[in-house]
T-cell receptor, first 114, second 108 residues
Framework: NAGVTQTPKFRVLKTGQSMTLLCAQD?????MYWYRQDPGMGLRLIHY???????AKGEVPDGYNVSRLKKQNFLLGLESAAPSQTSVYFC?????????????FGPGTRLTVL | GQSLEQPSEVTAVEGAIVQINCTYQ??????LSWYQQHDGGAPTFLSY????GLEETGRFSSFLSRSDSYGYLLLQELQMKDSASYFC?????????FGGGTRVLVKP
């Protein structure tokens, strides 16, 4: 099993450009999450999904959109990137039987917005 | 709202014991998790406490006291490879809320 994978690993954008980050998991997990992590800080939840076709806002959703068209994939979109969105983005998944089920994280995407 | 407080940094020598405290203010608390993250890496799960008391997993133990809204992660027989950031996380409402993390530096 590959676990949780993220594409791309690195990206540099100019202000105003758009992009989509892809997260894929092969563990048949129901729940998927997108976090951002800024230097020296903890993880902040952007959006999450409790099943195919469902999404919900997390702590810092502004400027991002998500879609969960297939159970194994969770996409994070930036429609008009801003320098404040420079961060490391982590995707995670869990079985979802309980809210504290172990979350399995992808390797992260390092995004720089100039 | 929800918040979790933990120290920003702890330094210790190999073989020592380190305790990382985590205090929280939440509603609808389901349990406390701990994650480890090495520099440049992804967070990985360490332990979970749903009930009061101590959970032991090898050299690592985690403790929870719901009445005190407090938990801690105990790292024993520290090794160089334990140098990392450690995050407590509160569970509830289908998601986790993470603390700011404690950076543990292990010196020879």
């Amino acid at each position: 099993n590959a676990g949780v994978t993220q594409t791309p690993k690195f990206r540099v954008l100019k202000t105003g450009q758009s992009m989509t980050l892809l997260c894929a998991q092969d563990m048949n997990h129901e729940y998927m999450y997108w976090y951002r992590q800024d230097p020296g800080m903890g993880l902040r939840l952007i959006h999450y999904s409790v099943g195919e076709g469902t999404t919900a806002k997390g702590e810092v959703p502004d400027g991002y959109n998500v879609s969960r068209l297939k159970k194994q994939n969770f996409l994070l979109g930036l429609e008009s990137a801003a320098p404040s969105q420079t961060s490391v983005y982590f995707c995670a998944s869990s079985y979802g039987r309980e809210s504290t089920d172990t979350q399995y994280f992808g390797p992260g995407t390092r995004l720089t917005v100039l | 709202g929800q918040s979790l407080e933990q120290p920003s940094e702890v330094t210790a020598v190999e073989g020592a014991i380190v305790q990382i405290n985590c205090t929280y203010q939440t509603s609808g608390f389901y349990g406390l998790s701990w994650y480890q993250q090495h520099d440049g890496g992804a967070p990985t799960f360490l332990s979970y406490n749903a009930l009061d008391g101590l959970e032991e997993t090898g050299r690592f133990s985690s403790f929870l006291s719901r009445s005190d809204s407090y938990g801690y992660l105990l790292l024993q027989e520290l090794q160089m490879k334990d140098s990392a950031s450690y995050f407590c996380a509160w569970g509830g409402g289908n998601k986790l809320t993470f603390g700011g993390g404690t950076r543990v530096l292990v010196k020879p």
